[in-house]
């Protein structure tokens, strides 16, 4: 499966954004499909999770509370809602494909100035 990360841009601090991850085959079969982050000089950090039964979690990263991720079936998309944005979240976020797959997806850079 290829994964299509999506939605980064230019953002204002206090701003949201809502990222998408786009799978070229059904996310029901992808178990977990996981949002992770990755900012100049730091290791990639894992921000949220989404299990093939529609599950989601988050781990005690440095954005928990501030970021949610949901997903549409139909569009075989899972997304990253990220509020309150500051200009330390700004990286390159990444989507990751669990079992059967075990890929990577481009990333999509935020940048958060202004």
């Known amino acids: 499966v290829q994964l299509q990360a999506s939605g980064g841009g230019l953002v204002q601090p206090g701003g949201s954004l809502r990222l998408a991850c786009t799978a070229s085959?059904?996310?029901?079969?992808?178990?977990?499909i996981t949002w992770h982050r990755q900012a100049p000089g730091k290791q990639r950090e894992l921000l949220a999770r989404?299990?093939?039964?529609?599950?989601?979690?988050y781990p005690d990263s440095t954005m928990k509370g501030r970021v949610t991720i949901s997903r549409d079936v139909n569009k075989n998309t899972v997304y990253l809602q990220i509020d309150t944005l500051k200009p330390e979240d700004t990286a390159v976020y990444y989507c990751y494909a669990g079992s059967p797959y075990y890929s990577w997806g481009q990333g999509t850079l935020v940048t958060v100035s202004s």
């Open positions: 989404m299990t093939s039964y529609g599950i989601a979690s």
């Open positions: 085959g059904s996310i029901d079969s992808i178990n977990p």
